[in-house]
C-alpha cells in the first residue's frame, strides 16, 4: 500500500488540510481499478467510517496480497477541516466541493480542491463516491444513478443494495463529481449512506458488504461474498412523496428498510407546546420506507417519508 | 398598499414562517397595465435589497398618484435567514438561488421558491437585488444571461448601475431566480451592489434612482421627475481579470474599492500575524476599473481577492 498526498491547503491559523489516498496495487495490471472517495462534506460520518475501514479491510484482512488483482485508490476524507468542527460545507464560505467539479485551478479554494481531487481520480474504470443525502432526511443505503446518458445500471447492481435510484438530471447535478465523472470516462455510482451522526453497527456493514460485493464481482479483488439483493431500479415516479400537514414534534413510528401497507400509521406529529397529537401520518400505499425526516420537529409540508411504491 | 402572503409554514413551536409581498397599483387597470417585480433577501445574509425597497416603497407611498402599473416588492424572501444571519435557508442549508424552480412536492426550500416563482409569474419585469456575500464587496452592477440579454440589455442600462456584466450561459445557474423566470417570460435582471451584512445608503440611493427611471420608461409610473441614468461600462467591450490569493493569510488593502487602477497597481498583501511577514504582495494585471474587492480579511489560497474590468486580453 501506499500513501498518496492528494491535495494540501494551508490555513492562517489552522494545521494544513492534507488529503491523502491510500493506493493499494493490484497483481494484475489489466484487471478493472476503482477508486473510492469517501467524506467530501463534514456531516458524512458513515461515509468516512466506510472509507476507513476499507483501508484497513485492504490492508488487513486478505491473506494474501495477490489476491488485490485491480488498482484500488481509497480517499477516506476530503474534508478534514468541515469533519473537525462538524460543520456540512466548507467552513469559510459554506460551498459545497460536491458542487464545484470538474474544478478549476486558478479559482476560489473549493473548486482548487475539486480540481486537485478529480485529477487524482483520473483514469479508473470505476468509480464510487460515499455521500449522505441532502436536506434534513436518512436513508436505506442505496445507489445514486443520475439519468446522464453515461450511467450503468448493469454495474451498480453488483453491489447488491435494495434499491438504485435512477434520477432525472437536475441542473445543479452537472457540477457534482458523480455527473463529471463519468463524462470523463469513469463508471461512477454514488453509494448514498444513513446520515446518522453516530454509528450503527449493521447499517455500515451493509455499506461496507455492498462495495465488497462491487469489488469481487468486478474482479478487483478475489474475495468470496454472499450475495446481495437484486436491486430495484427506481425512478422518481415510483416514489410516494409523504408530506406532514401540521408541524411539531415528529415521531415515525416505522422505520427505514420497512415494509408497510396502505393505510397503515407511520408517524404521527405532537403539538409543540401542548403534547396532543395533531396528525397522525398514513401510508397512500404499500411499499418500502426508504427515506424518512431524521429531526425531533418538523416543519409544516414537510417531507416526513419517501416510499416506493409496491404493487 | 396592499401586503399578502405568498408563501407560510407553521413552525414547530410556536411561530410562523411568512414570505410576505407588498403590491402598488393604479386606482385602474387597464388591459396593457405593465407589472414589475422587486425581489431582495434570497440569501439572508444580503441586506442591500432590503434598503432598496424600503426606499422604493416609502417614494411610491409619497407619490401614489403617479402609479400606473403594478409594482410588487418581496423584500425577504428568505425571512428565516435574514433574521437569523444565515445565507442559506436555516436547517437545510439550501441556497435558495439553486432550488428553482422547485415545486409542491419539494421540500421545504424547494416549495417556497415554487411559491415565489409562481407569483411573479406573469409580471414584464423583475429585478433580483443581491448584495454579494460577506467576504466581497461590489459596485452597482446588472448580471445578464447571454441567452436572454437581446431583451434584458436595453432594461439594463437603464438601471443607474456602473457595470453591466454579460455572462455565458452555465448549466447550474439554471436553477436560478432569473433563469427560471426568464424561461417563463419575465425579463428579470439580477443586481449585484454593496456587501454582505451590511448596508451602502449611497447605492441604495443610486439603484432607486435606476429603478425609478427604468419604471417611468416602461409606464409604470408617469412623472415628470428626472431619475438619474449614469453610463455603465459593459463586459461587452472588455474582458473581466480575477485576481485571487495565492496563499492563506490576512488580507490587507492597499487600494480604494471602484477606483480606476493602472496594470501593476498594488492591490494589497497577504500577511502573516505571527511571523510579521508578508506572504505574497497582488499587482493588477490589467488597468481598468476594480469593480469588486475583498472586505472579509481571511483568506485560504483561491480565496477571491479582486475582479477588474479592463480591456480585452488581447490589448493588455
Given at each position: 500500500?501506499?500513501t498518496?498526498?492528494?491535495?494540501?491547503?494551508?490555513?492562517?491559523?489552522?494545521?494544513?488540510?492534507?488529503?491523502?489516498?491510500?493506493?493499494?496495487?493490484?497483481?494484475?495490471?489489466?484487471?478493472?481499478?476503482?477508486?473510492?472517495?469517501?467524506?467530501?462534506?463534514?456531516?458524512?460520518?458513515?461515509?468516512l467510517?466506510?472509507?476507513?475501514?476499507?483501508?484497513?479491510?485492504?490492508?488487513?484482512?486478505?491473506?494474501?496480497?495477490?489476491?488485490?488483482?485491480?488498482?484500488?485508490?481509497?480517499?477516506?476524507?476530503?474534508?478534514?477541516?468541515?469533519?473537525?468542527?462538524n460543520?456540512?460545507?466548507?467552513?469559510?464560505d459554506?460551498?459545497?466541493?460536491?458542487?464545484?467539479?470538474?474544478?478549476?485551478?486558478?479559482?476560489?479554494?473549493?473548486?482548487r480542491?475539486?480540481?486537485?481531487?478529480?485529477?487524482?481520480?483520473?483514469?479508473?474504470?470505476?468509480?464510487?463516491?460515499?455521500?449522505?443525502?441532502?436536506?434534513?432526511?436518512?436513508?436505506?443505503?442505496?445507489?445514486?444513478?443520475?439519468?446522464?446518458?453515461?450511467?450503468d445500471?448493469?454495474?451498480a447492481?453488483?453491489?447488491?443494495?435494495?434499491?438504485?435510484h435512477?434520477?432525472?438530471?437536475?441542473?445543479?447535478?452537472?457540477?457534482?463529481?458523480?455527473?463529471?465523472?463519468?463524462?470523463?470516462?469513469?463508471?461512477?455510482?454514488?453509494?448514498?449512506?444513513?446520515?446518522?451522526?453516530?454509528?450503527?453497527?449493521?447499517?455500515?456493514?451493509?455499506?461496507?458488504d455492498?462495495?465488497?460485493?462491487?469489488?469481487?464481482?468486478?474482479?478487483?479483488?478475489?474475495?468470496?461474498?454472499?450475495?446481495?439483493?437484486?436491486?430495484?431500479?427506481?425512478?422518481?415516479r415510483?416514489?410516494?412523496?409523504?408530506?406532514?400537514?401540521?408541524?411539531?414534534?415528529?415521531?415515525?413510528?416505522?422505520?427505514?428498510?420497512?415494509?408497510?401497507?396502505?393505510?397503515?400509521?407511520?408517524?404521527?406529529?405532537?403539538?409543540?407546546?401542548?403534547?396532543?397529537?395533531?396528525?397522525?401520518?398514513?401510508?397512500?400505499?404499500?411499499g418500502?420506507?426508504?427515506?424518512?425526516y431524521?429531526?425531533?420537529?418538523?416543519?409544516?409540508?414537510?417531507?416526513?417519508?419517501?416510499?416506493?411504491?409496491?404493487? | 398598499?396592499?401586503?399578502?402572503?405568498i408563501?407560510?409554514?407553521?413552525?414547530?413551536?410556536?411561530?410562523?414562517?411568512?414570505?410576505?409581498?407588498?403590491?402598488?397599483?393604479?386606482?385602474?387597470?387597464?388591459?396593457?397595465?405593465?407589472?414589475?417585480?422587486?425581489?431582495?433577501?434570497?440569501?439572508?445574509?444580503?441586506?442591500?435589497?432590503?434598503?432598496?425597497?424600503?426606499?422604493?416603497?416609502?417614494?411610491?407611498?409619497?407619490?401614489?398618484?403617479?402609479?400606473?402599473?403594478?409594482?410588487?416588492?418581496?423584500?425577504?424572501?428568505?425571512?428565516?435567514?435574514?433574521?437569523?444571519?444565515?445565507?442559506?435557508?436555516?436547517?437545510?442549508?439550501?441556497d435558495?438561488?439553486?432550488?428553482?424552480?422547485?415545486?409542491?412536492?419539494?421540500?421545504l426550500?424547494?416549495?417556497l421558491?415554487?411559491?415565489?416563482?409562481?407569483?411573479?409569474?406573469?409580471?414584464?419585469?423583475?429585478?433580483?437585488?443581491?448584495?454579494?456575500?460577506?467576504?466581497?464587496?461590489?459596485?452597482?452592477?446588472?448580471?445578464?444571461?447571454?441567452?436572454?440579454?437581446?431583451?434584458?440589455?436595453?432594461?439594463?442600462?437603464?438601471?443607474n448601475?456602473?457595470?453591466?456584466?454579460?455572462?455565458?450561459?452555465?448549466?447550474?445557474?439554471?436553477?436560478?431566480?432569473?433563469?427560471?423566470m426568464?424561461?417563463?417570460?419575465?425579463?428579470?435582471?439580477?443586481?449585484?451592489?454593496?456587501?454582505?451584512?451590511?448596508?451602502t445608503?449611497?447605492?441604495?440611493?443610486?439603484?432607486?434612482?435606476g429603478?425609478?427611471?427604468?419604471?417611468?420608461?416602461?409606464?409604470?409610473?408617469?412623472?415628470d421627475?428626472?431619475?438619474?441614468?449614469?453610463?455603465?461600462?459593459?463586459?461587452?467591450?472588455?474582458?473581466?481579470?480575477?485576481?485571487?490569493?495565492?496563499?492563506?493569510?490576512?488580507?490587507?488593502?492597499?487600494?480604494?474599492?471602484?477606483?480606476?487602477?493602472?496594470?501593476?497597481?498594488?492591490?494589497?498583501?497577504?500577511?502573516?500575524?505571527?511571523?510579521?511577514?508578508?506572504?505574497?504582495?497582488?499587482?493588477?494585471?490589467?488597468?481598468?476599473?476594480?469593480?469588486?474587492l475583498?472586505?472579509?480579511?481571511?483568506v485560504?489560497?483561491?480565496s477571491?481577492?479582486?475582479?477588474?474590468?479592463?480591456?480585452?486580453?488581447?490589448?493588455?
Amino acid at each position: 500500500m501506499k500513501t498518496i498526498e492528494i491535495l494540501r491547503i494551508d490555513s492562517l491559523n489552522r494545521s494544513p488540510l492534507i488529503a491523502e489516498g491510500y493506493l493499494f496495487e493490484g497483481s494484475d495490471p489489466t484487471a478493472p481499478s476503482v477508486a473510492i472517495v469517501g467524506a467530501m462534506e463534514g456531516e458524512t460520518i458513515l461515509p468516512l467510517y466506510t472509507a476507513s475501514k476499507l483501508v484497513d479491510f485492504l490492508r488487513h484482512s486478505l491473506d494474501d496480497e495477490s489476491k488485490i488483482v485491480g488498482n484500488i485508490l481509497v480517499i477516506p476524507s476530503v474534508n478534514h477541516y468541515a469533519l473537525n468542527i462538524n460543520q456540512r460545507f466548507w467552513p469559510l464560505d459554506k460551498t459545497d466541493i460536491n458542487t464545484m467539479f470538474p474544478g478549476y485551478g486558478e479559482g476560489e479554494t473549493t473548486q482548487r480542491i475539486a480540481k486537485k481531487l478529480f485529477d487524482a481520480l483520473q483514469g479508473y474504470t470505476h468509480g464510487i463516491i460515499l455521500e449522505t443525502r441532502e436536506g434534513i432526511s436518512t436513508c436505506i443505503p442505496y445507489i445514486k444513478l443520475f439519468e446522464s446518458g453515461y450511467e450503468d445500471l448493469k454495474s451498480a447492481k453488483k453491489f447488491g443494495y435494495r434499491l438504485i435510484h435512477h434520477k432525472s438530471l437536475r441542473p445543479t447535478d452537472t457540477v457534482s463529481l458523480q455527473y463529471n465523472w463519468q463524462l470523463w470516462g469513469t463508471k461512477a455510482y454514488s453509494i448514498i449512506c444513513p446520515s446518522d451522526t453516530n454509528i450503527d453497527l449493521n447499517t455500515s456493514n451493509e455499506v461496507f458488504d455492498g462495495i465488497i460485493n462491487f469489488l469481487s464481482k468486478n474482479k478487483i479483488i478475489q474475495y468470496k461474498v454472499l450475495s446481495g439483493y437484486e436491486s430495484t431500479i427506481v425512478k422518481n415516479r415510483d416514489i410516494e412523496i409523504i408530506k406532514t400537514s401540521k408541524s411539531g414534534i415528529f415521531i415515525p413510528t416505522k422505520k427505514i428498510g420497512t415494509t408497510i401497507k396502505k393505510d397503515e400509521m407511520i408517524g404521527k406529529v405532537i403539538h409543540a407546546l401542548e403534547g396532543k397529537v395533531t396528525h397522525r401520518i398514513f401510508s397512500p400505499c404499500d411499499g418500502l420506507i426508504a427515506c424518512a425526516y431524521k429531526n425531533g420537529l418538523i416543519f409544516e409540508n414537510a417531507v416526513a417519508f419517501r416510499v416506493i411504491k409496491s404493487g | 398598499m396592499q401586503i399578502t402572503e405568498i408563501f407560510s409554514s407553521q413552525l414547530p413551536v410556536g411561530e410562523k414562517l411568512t414570505i410576505k409581498k407588498g403590491r402598488f397599483e393604479p386606482k385602474e387597470r387597464k388591459p396593457d397595465t405593465k407589472r414589475i417585480s422587486i425581489v431582495s433577501g434570497t440569501h439572508g445574509d444580503e441586506l442591500e435589497g432590503q434598503y432598496v425597497i424600503y426606499l422604493l416603497s416609502s417614494w411610491l407611498r409619497e407619490n401614489t398618484d403617479t402609479i400606473s402599473g403594478i409594482v410588487d416588492l418581496y423584500p425577504a424572501v428568505n425571512a428565516l435567514g435574514i433574521d437569523t444571519i444565515t445565507r442559506g435557508f436555516p436547517i437545510y442549508e439550501v441556497d435558495l438561488n439553486r432550488a428553482f424552480p422547485g415545486s409542491n412536492h419539494d421540500y421545504l426550500p424547494g416549495q417556497l421558491v415554487h411559491a415565489l416563482a409562481e407569483d411573479v409569474k406573469g409580471s414584464d419585469i423583475a429585478i433580483d437585488i443581491h448584495s454579494s456575500n460577506i467576504f466581497l464587496k461590489e459596485i452597482p452592477q446588472i448580471r445578464i444571461n447571454k441567452e436572454f440579454s437581446p431583451s434584458t440589455l436595453p432594461l439594463a442600462k437603464k438601471l443607474n448601475c456602473d457595470f453591466i456584466w454579460i455572462h455565458d450561459a452555465v448549466t447550474v445557474l439554471e436553477a436560478t431566480f432569473s433563469h427560471t423566470m426568464n424561461e417563463m417570460g419575465t425579463k428579470t435582471l439580477v443586481v449585484e451592489m454593496g456587501v454582505g451584512m451590511t448596508l451602502t445608503q449611497v447605492y441604495g440611493k443610486q439603484l432607486l434612482s435606476g429603478i425609478l427611471n427604468l419604471m417611468k420608461s416602461e409606464g409604470i409610473i408617469s412623472t415628470d421627475e428626472e431619475f438619474e441614468q449614469r453610463e455603465p461600462f459593459s463586459s461587452e467591450v472588455g474582458d473581466v481579470f480575477y485576481i485571487n490569493s495565492p496563499s492563506a493569510g490576512l488580507f490587507v488593502q492597499s487600494i480604494t474599492h471602484c477606483a480606476i487602477i493602472k496594470k501593476g497597481d498594488v492591490i494589497g498583501t497577504i500577511v502573516d500575524p505571527l511571523s510579521g511577514k508578508i506572504h505574497d504582495t497582488l499587482y493588477a494585471p490589467s488597468g481598468g476599473i476594480l469593480f469588486t474587492l475583498r472586505e472579509f480579511p481571511v483568506v485560504y489560497e483561491g480565496s477571491l481577492i479582486a475582479r477588474i474590468f479592463g480591456e480585452s486580453h488581447e490589448n493588455n
